[in-house]
């Protein structure tokens, strides 16, 4: 954030992406109720699902996929731990907390412009914070309904698929590196930028016949 604020505020746009096009996807699917914070939860990795070797990563366009091949449905989300309340449970900051940061740089801002109307001096690093102000209002606006730090998963079971369908459903996950059981492994801090751009596609999503 320090070094490159402005691809800071270009991935929360990437992701406040990836989740609008979770909920217009499956909005005829769920009657409008999966809202941005149940598409920023499933985007953050929050739901996985049991394998034979061990827990994979349910992507949001896997999840779309099961809702429109009606496979599981919206009225289980309390399973499958969307439930609202369950994610904000988990959530580590509410909107005060956000509120009391963009309420911090506000304040910043207008103190900097005041001294600087009336002639008063403002120190190089306050200059420097300055041009913070803009991208981190940005990122906050994008990020407003994204759940923070949230470090525990929910775990599902797959309903029973096909094997067309199973094939498809595997297909749109977005990196088998995500889904081992190594006790070192850690991603790549800069996998999102092409995940998430890969995941907005919507030809990766079809419907397969029964």
């Not at 990836?18 to 909005?27: F, N």
């Not at 349910?58 to 099961?66: E, G």
């Not at 740089?105 to 913070?132: D, H, S």
Request: with cysteine; charged share 20%.
């Amino acid at each position: 954030m320090f070094l490159a604020p402005e691809m800071v505020c270009l991935e929360s746009l990437q992701e406040y992406v990836q989740a609008r096009k979770l909920t217009s996807r499956v909005a005829c699917n769920t009657g409008n109720g999966l809202q941005l914070i149940h598409a920023y939860y499933i985007g953050m990795m929050g739901l996985r699902y049991r394998t034979a070797a061990g827990w994979n990563v349910l992507w949001p366009s896997q999840y779309a996929y099961l809702l429109k091949q009606k496979l599981v449905s919206w009225e289980d989300r309390s399973s499958w731990g969307l439930d609202i309340q369950t994610i904000r449970d988990k959530n580590k900051a509410d909107g005060l907390v956000k509120l009391a940061t963009l309420w911090q740089v506000v304040w910043f801002t207008l103190n900097c412009v005041t001294r600087k109307a009336k002639g008063v001096p403002i120190a190089p690093i306050e200059a420097l914070t300055l041009a913070y102000v803009f991208v981190t209002i940005l990122t906050y606006a994008f990020w407003w309904r994204k759940p923070k730090d949230i470090a525990t998963a929910s775990f599902v079971d797959l309903p029973v698929m096909n094997e067309i369908q199973r094939t498809a459903f595997e297909s749109l996950s977005m990196e088998t590196t995500y889904d081992t059981d190594e006790e070192n492994w850690k991603p790549s801090k800069n996998i999102a930028w092409y995940l998430i751009a890969r995941d907005c596609e919507s030809h990766h999503l079809h419907i397969t016949p029964d």
